[in-house]
């Protein structure tokens, strides 16, 4: 099909006219397109797709450039991919045809564009492509660097050749990478692939005037959508309604359209392979798969379904319709990591009348976050702790709850020995990030009796500060031990700190470690060690300071799992509604029970 509108270029040689831009010819090939798709379709399509013809010439009509002011760029480029997305959608390609329609289609697409840029002289179109490299295209550098990533011979630095000097390519990126930009955003194709993708979001897929190719455009608020306190009835922040705003673009004025529904929905994931010894006995002895293989992990593997929200909108014929979709209050907030998700999405569906009527989606992720002190102005209060370890005391104060924005975490210790006996040498103190996966289930393969079991923690320990108290103190001087917040991955932290989540497979919290150690002398005092809970949050956008760490910003982890034989559950729950409850810690004025998830009160009733 591709070949025979390349074709059609000689059909419609370009005119004779002093125009840098635009030659009027390619209005003829234009026309030409428009009146025969159709036609062409049927005879490259299979017939099941025939009915959806009508609708799929509109994308690839417009993928070629357009005829009124005779111009290309990456709009008409993303509606021939629609027009692709489209033909998928509806069955038309395989899972097997998807490297070709890529490889095979589009470049060969490419080609004829090109052909069309230097023939008719198109004029780039708004949206420069990929700015520097090319005016009209910006898909195959996505696309193209993705095809590069883990070449055993291409590598990112083939891309630059230095002739003037006698090294080679890789010794003139390494070279000059740490001084120039642009050889430093070549070192890695897979950073050169990740930048351009979120490139592409931002400045073609968010651009209106780019997306008017497509019938009607789903635009959300790009900041996130945000809640304070936790996730549960009791939380008196959770009568205050989340708004979630956005807008929806018609662009094609001649369609009537009968139905406009919004559509909010929220689903957690989990997946991981955990040893068959930290599940409950009951439940490795009722499956009899697991008793005969007796494999060293199971496969944990299930979705639920966190809810599913609809909003009617009324079509009035305007251009845009600006909606605010009230939230439901118990919400987790989005996260990814490594054994699990939190995802949330909002898609419109509109339906329009006449012959060939049927519902088109339009869906965009939304980006859920969950605040535990809802100002720097928060009043927190602190915990007290007493213990007595034959001839030591001590006294501790520690905040409930503290903030990334304030850099570290201080608390005060106070302490009473008898220093004939033993002598306080030093103070360790560091924060413990703890990631526990939980998984449910049924118990018994004929019963609806349903569980939840937490998986032992992974723990990752923070780098700690060091304290020596001053050589003359005495039992009543309080001492003031802080270390810092890792906000930035480092050498010596790797990892920078996440905020408290929770939701029905994952909770992050985190704990404090102080380790006091002894003098050494004639009485030989073991080094004392305490934990102490805290929960370590971020303000709402709108309070904080400039810094911020993104809660669902997936971090490396360190998979428990050991053994190479594993077996899945059989029977997991996929399709629970998750009702409120299960985070109960401190709420707003701090002072709420001590924390007992609830996600036992699992309801599979939506």
Same mark, same amino acid.
């Given at each position: 099909?591709?070949?025979? *509108? ?21 209005? %003829? ?48 480029? =993303? ?22 329609? #890529? ?45 590069? *990533? ?7 630095? %083939?891309? /630059? ?40 979001? !931002? ?13 009607? #455009? =789903?635009?959300? +608020? ?37 139905? *406009?529904?919004? $559509? ?19 439940? /490795? ?10 494999? !060293? ?18 079509? &009035? ?30 898609? /419109? ?20 976050? @969950? ?37 570290? *975490? ?19 103190? &560091? ?6 996966? @939980? ?42 031990? @802080? ?16 905020? $408290?989540?929770?939701?029905?497979? =994952?909770?992050?919290? $985190? ?7 002894? #003098? ?37 982890? #360190? ?31 701090? +002072? =709420? ?14």
């Amino acid at each position: 099909m591709l070949d025979t *509108i390349d074709a059609w270029i000689d059909d419609f040689p370009p005119l004779d006219n002093p125009q840098r831009f635009g030659n009027k010819a390619f209005r %003829s090939w234009a026309a030409k397109l428009a009146e025969s798709s159709s036609s062409l379709m049927k005879t490259a399509l299979s017939d099941q797709l025939h009915v959806a013809i009508p609708e799929l010439s509109e994308y690839l009509n417009k993928g070629f450039g357009n005829e009124t002011r005779i111009d290309y760029g990456s709009g008409h480029e =993303l509606s021939f991919a629609a027009w692709l997305a489209g033909i998928a959608l509806l069955g038309g390609f395989t899972a097997d045809d998807h490297q070709a329609i #890529v490889l095979r289609i589009f470049v060969r697409y490419l080609e004829l564009v090109r052909r069309l840029q230097i023939t008719y002289s198109l004029e780039p179109a708004g949206s420069h492509g990929v700015w520097g490299l090319d005016d009209f295209q910006f898909l195959p550098y996505v696309w193209g660097s993705a095809q590069l *990533i883990n070449h055993p011979k291409l590598t990112p630095r %083939s891309v /630059v050749e230095d002739r003037s000097i006698s090294t080679s390519q890789r010794e003139v990126v390494d070279t000059f990478a740490d001084d120039y930009m642009y050889f430093r955003c070549i070192q890695y194709i897979l950073q050169v692939n990740t930048g351009m993708s979120k490139m592409y979001v !931002a400045e073609v897929l968010k651009k209106v005037p780019v997306v008017q190719h497509f019938r009607f #455009v =789903l635009q959300v +608020d790009p900041k996130p959508v945000y809640y304070i306190g936790p996730a549960t009835r009791e939380n008196p922040m959770s009568q205050i309604r989340t708004k979630l705003l956005g807008n929806v673009y018609f662009n094609d004025a001649k369609i009537k359209w009968n139905r *406009i529904t919004l $559509h909010f929905t929220g689903k957690a994931g989990l997946n991981i392979y955990a040893a068959s010894s930290t599940l409950p006995s009951d439940v /490795v002895s009722s499956q009899s798969d697991l008793q005969e293989s007796s494999p !060293a992990t199971t496969h944990l593997e299930t979705t639920v379904t966190l809810c599913d929200v609809e909003k009617e909108l009324i079509f &009035s014929h305007e251009k845009v319709i600006d909606f605010g979709f009230y939230l439901p209050p118990y919400l987790p907030p989005s996260i990814k990591t490594k054994h699990a998700f939190v995802e949330y999405t909002l898609s /419109v569906v509109c339906s329009s009348s006449g012959p060939f009527s049927k519902k088109q989606k339009v869906e965009t992720p939304v980006t859920v976050c @969950r605040h535990y002190l809802p100002s720097p102005s928060s009043l927190i209060p602190s915990v007290e702790y007493h213990g007595v370890r034959e001839w030591f005391e001590w006294s501790a104060e520690v905040p409930k709850a503290t903030a990334i924005e304030a850099g570290e *975490i201080v608390m005060a210790l106070r302490w009473s020995v008898e220093k004939e006996l033993v002598e306080v040498d030093k103070i360790e103190f &560091s924060i413990q990030e703890l990631e526990t996966y @939980r998984c449910m289930f049924v118990y018994y393969r004929f019963s609806t009796k349903a569980g939840v079991h937490n998986l032992p923690p992974m723990v990752t320990q923070f780098p700690n500060t060091t304290y020596h108290p001053p050589t003359f103190s005495n039992s009543s001087e309080t001492h003031f031990i @802080r270390t810092a917040v890792p906000l930035i991955a480092t050498k010596r932290a790797p990892n920078t700190i996440r905020t $408290h989540h929770f939701d029905p497979f =994952l909770e992050i919290s $985190h704990r404090l470690k102080l380790e006091i150690y002894f #003098v050494a002398s004639a009485t030989i005092a073991p080094p004392l060690e305490l934990v102490f809970p805290i929960i370590i949050t971020d303000f709402p956008p709108n309070t904080k300071a400039d810094y911020f760490v993104d809660p669902s910003s997936p971090v490396q982890l #360190v998979s428990t799992a050991s053994g190479n034989t594993s077996s899945s559950l059989p029977q997991p729950i996929s399709s629970a509604i998750i009702q409120p409850g299960g985070d109960e810690v401190p709420c707003v004025d701090l +002072d =709420l029970p001590e924390y007992t998830p609830r996600y036992e009160d699992v309801s599979t009733a939506p």
